[in-house]
């Protein structure tokens, strides 16, 4: 049985997420994930708490209750000049941070150098910053997927979903990207995600990555799909953002608010019988 059916669908339908990552990381991401919202196929977003554009995007999610919004657990920061660090005091959770007070660049510097009880003092208190603002989250995801770096941080990951009763992203694709076993951390009683979708740094390399989006939609197959997306401006503010750092860099994020905002590629859900879903639906049906 597919996820789709677990929630009361028939098993051949198609139903899609098209989440955009990264809301908060600075004023390009957030007016591109806006747009992305309002005038074109997103239907789902989530917000990294620690960064500095962090009120922007909570003051629209707070004003527009209508878009499904969730929480970008954040444990990284992959950026070459642009940095942030935990919420709470680096005293309280030192374990998290690099020489200078921020998270590391990589999730093998996480994985060498992070103890489980400091991932869940500031992963809780992320998702606390984000309530105490008024914001009515409805899941809770991760930059990165930084949680699944080791067996401990997923587990924890997974507890804050039930104490706070918020659908967490579980996925065997992502968790093979990051080197997690899904054989090994994956119980019965976990909700999945059947599959994700996220474009290859080969796909944009190669000029492909709309290519790769369509394949994606002309292709999908039954159950509960999940495209995850980053979409920006390609402007100074992003490219100082991501200067060296082309792998989702600012030309992509261009690339993904470009296809994901033409109207010509909205008719393509239609055609392929694609039902979008967010994950407040999930919420309540499961």
């Given at each position: 049985?597919?996820?789709?059916?677990?929630?009361?669908?028939?098993?051949?339908?198609?139903?899609?997420?098209?989440?955009?990552?990264?809301?908060?990381?600075?004023?390009?991401?957030?007016?591109?994930?806006?747009?992305?919202?309002?005038?074109?196929?997103?239907?789902?977003?989530?917000?990294?708490?620690?960064?500095?554009?962090?009120?922007?995007?909570?003051?629209?999610?707070?004003?527009?209750?209508?878009?499904?919004?969730?929480?970008?657990?954040?444990?990284?920061?992959?950026?070459?000049?642009?940095?942030?660090?935990?919420?709470?005091?680096?005293?309280?959770?030192?374990?998290?941070?690099?020489?200078?007070?921020?998270?590391?660049?990589?999730?093998?510097?996480?994985?060498?150098?992070?103890?489980?009880?400091?991932?869940?003092?500031?992963?809780?208190?992320?998702?606390?910053?984000?309530?105490?603002?008024?914001?009515?989250?409805?899941?809770?995801?991760?930059?990165?997927?930084?949680?699944?770096?080791?067996s401990?941080?997923?587990?924890?990951?997974?507890?804050?979903?039930?104490?706070?009763?918020?659908?967490?992203?579980?996925?065997?694709?992502?968790?093979?990207?990051?080197?997690?076993?899904?054989?090994?951390?994956?119980?019965?009683?976990?909700?999945?995600?059947?599959?994700?979708?996220?474009?290859?740094?080969?796909?944009?390399?190669?000029?492909?990555?709309?290519?790769?989006?369509?394949?994606?939609?002309?292709?999908?197959?039954?159950?509960?799909?999940?495209i995850?997306i980053?979409?920006?401006?390609?402007?100074?503010?992003?490219?100082?953002?991501?200067?060296?750092?082309?792998?989702?860099?600012?030309?992509?994020?261009?690339?993904?608010?470009d296809?994901?905002?033409?109207?010509?590629?909205?008719?393509?859900?239609?055609?392929?019988?694609?039902?979008?879903?967010?994950?407040?639906?999930?919420?309540?049906?499961r």
């Amino acid at each position: 049985m597919n996820s789709a059916q677990k929630l009361g669908f028939s098993e051949k339908t198609k139903l899609l997420i098209i989440h955009a990552d990264d809301a908060g990381l600075c004023h390009s991401e957030n007016l591109a994930t806006i747009q992305s919202l309002e005038n074109g196929i997103v239907n789902s977003y989530s917000i990294m708490v620690p960064c500095p554009w962090f009120y922007e995007m909570a003051t629209f999610a707070k004003n527009n209750p209508q878009f499904d919004n969730g929480i970008h657990l954040t444990l990284t920061c992959e950026w070459e000049n642009y940095k942030f660090g935990p919420i709470l005091p680096v005293s309280e959770v030192p374990s998290l941070v690099d020489l200078n007070g921020h998270f590391y660049k990589k999730r093998e510097d996480l994985r060498k150098n992070a103890s489980a009880v400091d991932v869940g003092k500031e992963l809780q208190a992320q998702i606390e910053c984000a309530l105490k603002f008024g914001l009515k989250p409805t899941h809770i995801d991760s930059h990165m997927y930084s949680v699944a770096t080791t067996s401990e941080f997923f587990k924890i990951y997974k507890e804050l979903g039930e104490k706070y009763n918020l659908p967490v992203l579980i996925n065997r694709e992502l968790m093979k990207m990051v080197g997690l076993s899904p054989e090994f951390n994956i119980n019965e009683s976990d909700f999945l995600i059947d599959k994700t979708f996220v474009g290859k740094f080969e796909n944009f390399e190669s000029g492909k990555l709309r290519d790769y989006y369509d394949t994606v939609l002309e292709n999908l197959t039954s159950g509960l799909n999940l495209i995850l997306i980053h979409p920006a401006f390609d402007n100074n503010e992003m490219k100082g953002v991501t200067i060296n750092h082309p792998n989702f860099g600012s030309e992509w994020r261009q690339v993904d608010f470009d296809f994901f905002t033409n109207k010509v590629n909205k008719s393509k859900l239609e055609e392929n019988n694609i039902e979008l879903v967010t994950w407040n639906d999930i919420k309540n049906r499961r």
